[in-house]
Nanobody
């Protein structure tokens, strides 16, 4: 089992910044990919940003140029730096990890952006 612990959500005004953190623990022989998804009320969960084991990244078009995903050298902690936040970024943000083909999710952290 792999556990994901998220932190860093909160309330911020439009144009502000937040930094989300996700720390993985447990049986982590090899984390293939870690990243962030989000789910707004009444909408489906969507990919925000992911980072592969080799360091390649992928971003949703809506966050390109504003959000940056990064990780530590041990590849067990991932961060999401969110700048120039917009009200439409309001959602519950979930950390995601893929370990040997099995997907794990964090409990989610709320991000609310006021106009």
């Amino acid at each position: 089992q792999v556990q994901l612990a998220e932190s860093g959500g909160g309330l911020v005004q439009a144009g502000g910044s937040l930094r989300l953190s996700c720390a993985a623990s447990g049986r982590m022989f090899s984390i293939n990919r870690m990243g962030w998804y989000r789910q707004a009320p009444g909408k489906q969960r969507e990919l925000v940003a992911v980072i592969g084991s080799g360091g390649s990244t992928n971003y949703a078009d809506s966050v390109k140029g504003r959000f940056t995903i990064s990780r530590d050298n041990a590849k067990t902690t991932v961060w999401l730096q969110m700048n120039s936040l917009k009200p439409e970024d309001t959602a519950v943000y979930y950390c995601n990890a893929i370990v040997y083909g099995t997907e794990y999710w964090g409990q989610g952290t709320q991000v609310a952006v006021t106009s």
